[in-house]
Each structure stands twice: as structure tokens, then as C-alpha cells.
């Protein structure tokens, strides 16, 4: 093979071409303004460059956390600043705030938000998926009842290690709306094999409506409620909350206190 030391490919590309054909095309977007404004301000050449690489790392960090919202199948998309923290009769905003800083992910523990409908589960647990995602994070988001039917759809194509395999490959899995249908023996036995695939490998957050005391009901197997609800809560965070529910024309009784 030629030697191509003797021929510099690069000698005739701007700088701006280079940054190109190193995929840094934001960069190369703003080289003239900001080479501009380095000039203006007599700036050292590393300043222009410091510039240039953040601007660029931002860009990219802001690209992988769209695309990671778009893959987590969140909603709504929510954030904890969006949040009322006055509106609950009660709620343990030391615990949120706790759980916002993602140790539990690091972790590899979870998040139980219990609480009567309307006041807030959903969107709490959503903007934890939000902050993942920022972070980097693999998240997804599904409905208890959609996380079994697939399930179930996956068992009778005779598929269901692959889809157990896929549901515990999510560094974070957020499961909404667990106690709003209750499941037979083989829909417990099948979200059963989900916690289990995740306990102490990855992050799970559920919402539910119902105190763990009465999940027994929920799953019509008092074996697989256990089970499910001790791996959940095992060296995790538990957010209780009270009070009425902020949606119009929906009751807001809080599950009971023995949760």
C-alpha cells in the first residue's frame, strides 16, 4: 500500500471542514461567530477553543436526552419544578428531592409513589424518568396494565424470555397506574417475573393507588404480592401521599396509612 505521509489529505480542508469530518458539526457551525468574538474581545486562542468544544458538548448531551425522552415513550413529560409541593394534604418532599438526585438509579433501587388518584404520582414519577434521561440513562415508561399485555401477547408467541430480557435491560423502568386493574394469576406471575429480573440489577418507580396491604386483592395471589411489593420497597424510597385529587370531578380518598 502508497505511503500517504507524502501527501497530507488534510493541508487544503478550513477549519471548519476538519471539525466536520470529525462529526463536531455544531462547532463548525459556530466557529466564525464565535472566532468573531474572540477577536473583538482579544481572547488567547484555548479560550476560542474552550468555547467551541462546551458548545459543542452541550449540544450533544441536549441531542442524546431528546432522543433518550423520545425512546422512553414518557407521558406527560413532566419536571419537579413544574410540581406544586403545596397542594397534598401531605407528601415527604425530603424523600422526592432525594430520590431527583438519582443515587437510587446508581443504586440500582427503586421508588414507590402511593397515593390516591389526581394528586400528582404520575407527574412525580415521570420527571424522575425526565432527569434519567438528561442524565444519560436508559428509561421507559408503561402503563402496569400495557406492561402485562405485552407480556401476555409475548407468552403466547412464544417470545417471552426476549420480551423479560428487554423489559430488565432498562437502567430505569417506570410503571404507572399499578392498582387501577387488578391482574389474574398469570398477569401477577408475569409482572412478578419482571421485578424479579430487575431487583438489585436496575431502578424501577411505580405509581399505585393501593397500600401494599391491599395488593393482595390486586393480584389475586397473595404469594406474588408479597414478593412484588418486597422487592420494590428492599432498601428503596417510599413516597406516600395524601389528599384530594386536583382533577375536576375525581375523587381523592388517600389509600390507608398502612401501606
Known amino acids: 500500500m502508497p505511503s500517504l505521509e507524502s501527501h497530507d489529505l488534510t493541508a487544503t480542508l478550513s477549519l471548519a471542514d476538519v471539525l466536520r469530518a470529525l462529526d463536531l458539526n455544531h462547532a463548525a457551525e459556530s466557529l466564525d461567530a464565535a472566532a468573531q468574538k474572540a477577536i473583538a474581545r482579544n481572547e488567547p486562542p484555548i479560550s476560542l477553543l474552550d468555547h467551541l468544544m462546551r458548545e459543542q458538548l452541550r449540544f450533544h448531551m441536549e441531542s442524546r436526552a431528546r432522543q433518550a425522552l423520545k425512546r422512553s415513550a414518557i407521558f406527560p413529560l413532566t419536571t419537579l419544578d413544574a410540581y406544586d409541593f403545596d397542594y397534598p394534604k401531605s407528601i415527604d418532599r425530603d424523600v422526592v428531592e432525594r430520590a431527583a438526585t438519582l443515587d437510587f438509579v446508581r443504586e440500582r433501587t427503586n421508588v414507590v409513589f402511593v397515593g390516591p388518584s389526581g394528586v400528582g404520582k404520575t407527574h412525580l ?33 412464544n417470545t417471552l424470555s426476549k420480551r423479560l430480557t428487554a423489559w430488565a435491560a432498562y437502567d430505569l423502568l417506570l410503571i404507572d397506574e399499578l392498582g387501577y386493574l387488578s391482574f389474574d394469576s398469570r398477569g401477577a406471575d408475569l409482572l412478578y417475573q419482571v421485578i424479579n429480573k430487575r431487583y438489585m440489577r436496575a431502578s424501577t418507580v411505580v405509581t399505585t393507588n393501593l397500600a401494599f396491604k391491599d395488593w393482595g386483592n390486586l393480584f389475586h395471589n397473595a404469594a406474588a404480592a408479597t414478593a412484588i411489593a418486597d422487592r420494590l420497597v428492599h432498601k428503596g424510597l417510599l413516597v406516600r401521599i395524601t389528599g384530594k385529587s386536583s382533577r375536576p370531578g375525581v375523587a381523592g380518598d388517600s389509600p390507608d396509612e398502612a401501606a
Open 125 to 157: 414519577a415521570n420527571a424522575l424518568g425526565y432527569l434519567a434521561c438528561v442524565e444519560g440513562y436508559r428509561v421507559r415508561f408503561a402503563l402496569a396494565a400495557d406492561l402485562v399485555n405485552d407480556l401476555v401477547a409475548s407468552q403466547s408467541r
